[in-house]
């Protein structure tokens, strides 16, 4: 019999994270509990062969910190399981009123804290509270790790970290040419990227911390071609990436992306830390390996773990980037760099690979 798990998490009625869900339920009785609205987006609920999606009002969606929902605590009070899974930061509400109900429980955290913001020196009695009741903590990467014992953590509770996960379902690649095709069908504009040279491409926000302006004159210094995809938050970002011959085109659905990714030759995540914000992890490198399309990525939070240390560079080092790109011209060194990638994905960042992991963990307590 399989143990029984619930897992709480503000995001929990996003779908793009249900292929976590599904290869959690094959070895846990899962139940995932979230809110019905969060940050203005509205949910609904689903039942599936491996697990059960329970949605419930919430006080102050707005933001994970303040959230918080009577109806999912007493379900937890009602049906105490043998794991207790809370995907929140240990400062949050929910996480210390779940804390309150662990009775006989497993009680996991998982956490993406960057700083001591609102620990208040240790002060933050309902954090103290959250530390002392978990029995595993997974950071999402070294730093965090790091993070989490500044704020009180019990450093022996500290597990090696969890990074977010990758489906082969929803991620896998498509013939080069093809997917151009695809592409230019959706957004005409993207013929301008297909060049000849070789493509290098990001996706995500348009936003100054990712780096976007210094990778933008890199791709141009090293010869490359480049194409962006991603809602625009800095007009003046977008403006210096088209300046250097960027081609931008909007933010893509969870079906285009896997073309948008098939039709690079180079991922790149330039990322840039600033004090409050730090690439937790870099899925997006990871989801482009899977379409077969190695990645290189800036030293910043997990993004390291993901492309491994031969595809990283400092943030902010335009000629070191320009470096990495131009050594990528070659074909063969792009398939070695990939084949890499793909064994080091495959093995850590998988769904399948983590929710083996978080079996593991709770199974030797």
């Given at each position: 019999?399989?143990p029984?798990?619930?897992?709480?998490?503000?995001?929990?009625?996003n779908?793009?994270?249900?292929?976590?869900?599904?290869?959690?339920?094959?070895?846990?009785d899962?139940?995932?509990l979230?809110?019905q609205?969060?940050?203005?987006?509205?949910?609904?609920?689903?039942t599936?062969?491996?697990?059960?999606?329970k949605?419930f009002?919430?006080?102050?969606?707005?933001?994970?910190?303040?959230?918080?929902?009577?109806?999912?605590?007493?379900?937890?009070r009602?049906?105490?399981?043998?794991?207790?899974?809370?995907?929140?930061e240990?400062?949050?509400?929910?996480?210390?009123?779940?804390?309150?109900?662990?009775?006989?429980?497993?009680?996991?955290?998982?956490?993406?804290?960057?700083?001591?913001?609102?620990?208040?020196?240790?002060?933050?009695?309902?954090?103290?509270?959250?530390?002392?009741?978990?029995?595993?903590?997974?950071?999402?990467?070294?730093?965090?790790?790091?993070?989490?014992?500044?704020?009180?953590?019990?450093?022996?509770r500290?597990?090696?970290?969890?990074?977010?996960g990758?489906?082969?379902?929803?991620?896998?690649?498509?013939?080069?040419?093809?997917?151009?095709?695809?592409?230019?069908?959706l957004?005409?504009q993207?013929?301008?990227a297909?060049?000849?040279?070789?493509?290098?491409?990001?996706?995500?926000?348009?936003?100054?911390p990712?780096?976007?302006?210094?990778?933008?004159?890199?791709?141009?210094?090293?010869?490359?071609?480049?194409?962006?995809?991603?809602p625009?938050?800095?007009?003046?970002?977008?403006?210096?990436?088209?300046?250097?011959?960027?081609?931008l085109?909007?933010a893509?659905?969870k079906?285009?992306?896997?073309?948008?990714?098939?039709?690079?030759?180079?991922?790149?995540?330039?990322?840039?830390?600033?004090?409050?914000?730090?690439?937790?992890?870099?899925?997006?490198?990871a989801?482009?390996?899977?379409?077969g399309?190695?990645?290189?990525?800036?030293?910043?939070?997990?993004?390291?773990g993901?492309?491994?240390?031969?595809?990283?560079?400092?943030?902010?080092?335009?000629?070191?980037?320009?470096?990495?790109?131009?050594?990528?011209?070659?074909?063969?060194?792009?398939?070695?760099?990939?084949?890499?990638?793909?064994?080091?994905?495959?093995?850590?960042?998988s769904?399948?690979?983590?929710a083996?992991?978080i079996?593991?963990?709770?199974?030797?307590?």
């Amino acid at each position: 019999m399989k143990p029984s798990m619930i897992l709480v998490w503000h995001e929990a009625g996003n779908k793009l994270y249900h292929d976590r869900f599904r290869e959690l339920g094959k070895l846990f009785d899962l139940t995932v509990l979230g809110p019905q609205v969060f940050a203005g987006k509205e949910y609904a609920e689903v039942t599936e062969p491996e697990f059960t999606l329970k949605l419930f009002p919430s006080i102050a969606p707005g933001h994970w910190l303040t959230y918080v929902s009577p109806g999912m605590l007493s379900y937890i009070r009602a049906h105490p399981p043998q794991v207790l899974y809370i995907h929140e930061e240990p400062h949050s509400l929910t996480a210390f009123l779940a804390a309150l109900l662990k009775r006989k429980s497993t009680f996991v955290l998982e956490s993406s804290a960057i700083n001591l913001k609102g620990n208040f020196s240790g002060a933050n009695v309902m954090e103290r509270v959250v530390h002392a009741r978990a029995d595993i903590v997974f950071p999402k990467n070294t730093e965090v790790a790091g993070v989490l014992r500044a704020r009180g953590a019990k450093a022996e509770r500290i597990v090696a970290p969890l990074g977010n996960g990758v489906s082969l379902e929803s991620f896998s690649p498509i013939p080069k040419d093809e997917a151009r095709a695809k592409l230019t069908a959706l957004f005409p504009q993207a013929a301008r990227a297909f060049d000849g040279r070789v493509l290098a491409g990001y996706a995500g926000r348009i936003w100054r911390p990712k780096g976007l302006e210094y990778f933008s004159r890199a791709a141009h210094q090293a010869g490359a071609a480049l194409l962006l995809c991603g809602p625009v938050s800095d007009p003046d970002v977008a403006e210096a990436v088209q300046q250097f011959g960027g081609v931008l085109l909007p933010a893509l659905n969870k079906e285009q992306l896997p073309i948008f990714y098939s039709a690079l030759d180079l991922f790149v995540l330039p990322s840039v830390p600033t004090p409050n914000w730090r690439e937790q992890f870099g899925r997006v490198c990871a989801e482009a390996v899977f379409c077969g399309t190695p990645a290189l990525g800036s030293n910043v939070g997990g993004i390291p773990g993901v492309v491994g240390p031969n595809a990283i560079f400092e943030p902010g080092d335009e000629a070191g980037l320009a470096i990495r790109i131009g050594a990528l011209q070659d074909p063969t060194a792009r398939a070695t760099l990939l084949a890499a990638q793909i064994a080091h994905i495959n093995d850590n960042f998988s769904w399948t690979s983590i929710a083996a992991r978080i079996q593991r963990e709770t199974a030797r307590l």
